[in-house]
């Protein structure tokens, strides 16, 4: 972080923890309980990365393990949410409701280490940047438009980095003035 009164205004990570952490606002704003938002950012972020990863070719559904895991299944309910363009599941644990990794809660914990270690001590003002975002779109547009806004953040990253996962620049002060002009325009 810059000394003094200095706002810093990029963060170099990659594009997996940007989304994690913009999901999990967005489903916040859309009022579901911190727990709950992070562990469907930590889905959406991996259904993301599942979907890229077979549109790339690099790997494909094995129907054989597909009809094995449905066979394990035990009966239940599970709630699909859709967020940032993906369907999440999600089911009531004895902590409350949580996202599904492979047929599995998501831990909220994890999910916290997880963006800590990805975005160190720019984790709280990138989630400041992305609240202030979410906010100044209203209810009724912010299903819609979080995920090509994603885009906007996601094309920066990917400027000039080779690689699925290598990291690159996210500019805050970008996030800033998207909203400062949704607030403008919502006002």
Known sequence: ????????TQVTVNRAPVLTLWAAV???????????ALTMGRVVAGLNADARGKALGRYHPRTEAVVRERKRLEPGVVLHVYLLNRLVPMARTQAGLRALSKDKPVSPESVERYLQSKFGEMLGPTETAMRRLAGAIPDAELAAEADPLYEVFRRQILAGVAGSGAAGMLDLEQIRRLAARRARVSS
């Not at 972080?1 to 810093?8: E, L």
């Not at 916040?28 to 309980?33: D, K, N, Q, S």
């Open 1 to 8: 972080m810059p000394a003094g009164n200095a706002v810093a």
């Open 26 to 36: 967005v489903a916040r704003r859309l009022g579901f309980e911190r727990e709950e």
